[in-house]
């Protein structure tokens, strides 16, 4: 976990210190909460790195069921299939709230790849990472229950998408809704509340309406 927020990190500074060169190949985009960042086979021809805000990646199903299969906040990149060569887009992103973003076309992060070893190994970990996380999503589906499906997904937000702000050995995670949590693990919020309480009770979260206080350790003792 400690690994993915060190190269998200790495590609965020990088970013940042690449726009000039970016530039060109990227634009800022604003949306606001519940507008569609992309959909369904729409062009699959750049990734997005989150300047503020938080966005959802779902897959939609021929009946029209929406599945979360990713959680993203500031400094996260999603839309990465592009590298791929995916040309069209296989799932959608929504806006879960006010969010700005950089949309860098793949020609540019092409260009920039092949100047710049470290970008390209900072933007190659996370692509990796994101597969890892599809993988272990799967394999949690399938055999874990949903109290150890929720502590895993709290695990991974208090490591990857936490905000700065610690507290003692805990991590904050601003905005994550019980039904957001619910659908991304495969459950219902009726059935995810109640744990969020157990969890609570036995110190390894806190939370109120605003944000989610994360303690990793006590997560991990649970998981073991």
Same mark, same amino acid.
């Given at each position: 976990m400690g690994e993915k927020v060190v190269c998200c990190a790495d590609f965020c500074?990088?970013?940042?210190? %690449?726009? &000039?060169?970016?530039?060109?190949?990227?634009?800022?985009?604003?949306? %606001? @909460? #519940?507008?569609?960042?992309?959909? /369904? +086979? +729409?062009? *699959?021809? #750049?990734?997005?790195?989150?300047?503020s805000g938080r966005a959802k990646? /779902? @897959?939609?199903? $021929?009946? #029209?069921?929406e599945k979360i299969v990713g959680l993203y906040g500031a400094g996260d990149v999603f839309g990465e299939l592009c590298l791929c060569e995916v040309a069209r887009r296989r799932d959608e992103a929504v806006a879960?709230? $006010?969010?700005?973003?950089l949309s860098i076309h793949v020609s540019g992060?092409?260009?920039?790849? $092949?100047?710049? &070893?470290?970008?390209?190994?900072?933007?190659?970990?996370? /692509?990796?990472?994101?597969?890892?996380?599809?993988?272990?999503? /799967? *394999?949690?589906?399938?055999?874990?229950?949903?109290?150890? @499906?929720? $502590?895993?997904?709290?695990?991974r937000l208090g490591g990857a998408q936490a905000d700065t702000a610690f507290e003692k050995d805990g991590r904050m995670a601003t905005g994550w809704t019980h039904e957001e949590l619910a659908n991304l693990i495969g459950s219902t919020r009726e059935v995810v509340t109640p744990?969020?309480?157990q969890f609570r009770d036995k110190g390894m979260i806190a939370y109120d309406r605003r944000a989610i206080m994360i303690f990793p350790r006590r997560i991990q003792e649970f998981l073991k």
């Open positions: 500074s990088l970013i940042q210190s %690449r726009i &000039p060169d970016l530039k060109p190949h990227s634009s800022r985009l604003s949306f %606001r @909460r #519940g507008d569609v960042i992309y959909q /369904v +086979d +729409d062009p *699959a021809d #750049g990734v997005f790195w989150i300047e990646v /779902v @897959r939609i199903s $021929a009946e #029209g069921q879960l709230e $006010a969010l700005e973003l992060l092409m260009k920039m790849m $092949a100047r710049t &070893p470290e970008f390209s190994q900072a933007l190659l970990r996370i /692509v990796c990472q994101r597969l890892l996380d599809y993988q272990e999503q /799967v *394999a949690t589906l399938s055999f874990d229950t949903v109290s150890r @499906r929720l $502590a895993k997904e709290l695990l744990l969020m309480n």
